[in-house]
T-cell receptor, first 116, second 111 residues
Framework: DTEVTQTPKHLVMGMTNKKSLKCEQH?????MYWYKQKAKKPPELMFV???????INESVPSRFSPECPNSSLLNLHLHALQPEDSALYLC???????????????FGEGSRLTVL | LAKTTQPISMDSYEGQEVNITCSHN???????ITWYQQFPSQGPRFIIQ?????VTNEVASLFIPADRKSSTLSLPRVSLSDTAVYYC????????????WGAGTKLIIKP
């Protein structure tokens, strides 16, 4: 199984809603990532988890709250978002950070978020 | 952290070989060069990775000159389904969090 599965594929929410994006992988990867991608732009790194611990937070606003319940799952909790947060949210995984690990990132298909 | 420069867009025709060049003048000794492909509304997909000289897999070839300041992704005999955005990235092999995603190259394949 070389898939990263993201749900939901599409999400529409109001600025006062609370919602969550979910990501799952069963490749035994110990590093998981959240990226945000706006139209016609490259992916922007948001968060990195390594061995279920938050390793990188790229100065993301607190209205985005990541969670890694176990080594296979990654969530992104959303609260009080702004319309400019509308984007494609991508989850990725890779082998853990150690010398000689493959550089390959495995991405999910993304969750298309629209904030009204 | 090494940054990359690629052409914004390229056009080619089905059956042709396509070469996309990436410039990375400040590449570090322990940096690898990685290429990803992305179709609209999908996540990027790993194509190939290399350190020096030439790497080939079933999808593409990657040519890296001795000074490593540039690299060329070669796609043999492209088809319409190769229309996508191609990203060149440079980072230490086990440090994906250091990846800097450039603007990418929008490749359009015509019939």
């Amino acid at each position: 199984d070389t898939e990263v599965t993201q749900t939901p594929k599409h999400l529409v929410m109001g600025m006062t809603n609370k919602k969550s994006l979910k990501c799952e992988q069963h490749m035994g990867h110990r590093a998981m990532y959240w990226y945000k991608q706006k139209a016609k732009k490259p992916p922007e790194l948001m968060f990195v988890y390594s061995y279920e611990k938050l390793s990188i937070n790229e100065s993301v606003p607190s209205r985005f709250s990541p969670e890694c319940p176990n080594s296979s799952l990654l969530n992104l909790h959303l609260h009080a978002l702004q319309p400019e947060d509308s984007a494609l949210y991508l989850c990725a995984s890779s082998q853990a950070f150690f010398q000689g690990a493959s550089g390959e990132l495995f991405f999910g298909e993304g969750s298309r978020l629209t904030v009204l | 952290l090494a940054k990359t420069t690629q052409p914004i867009s390229m056009d080619s025709y089905e059956g042709q070989e396509v070469n996309i060049t990436c410039s990375h003048n400040n590449i570090a000794t322990n940096d690898y060069i990685t290429w990803y492909q992305q179709f609209p509304s999908q996540g990027p997909r790993f194509i190939i990775q290399g350190y020096k000289t030439k790497v080939t897999n079933e999808v593409a070839s990657l040519f890296i000159p001795a000074d490593r300041k540039s690299s060329t992704l070669s796609l043999p005999r492209v088809s319409l389904s190769d229309t996508a955005v191609y990203y060149c990235l440079v980072a230490p092999r086990d440090s994906n969090y250091q990846l800097i995603w450039g603007a990418g190259t929008k490749l359009i394949i015509k019939p």
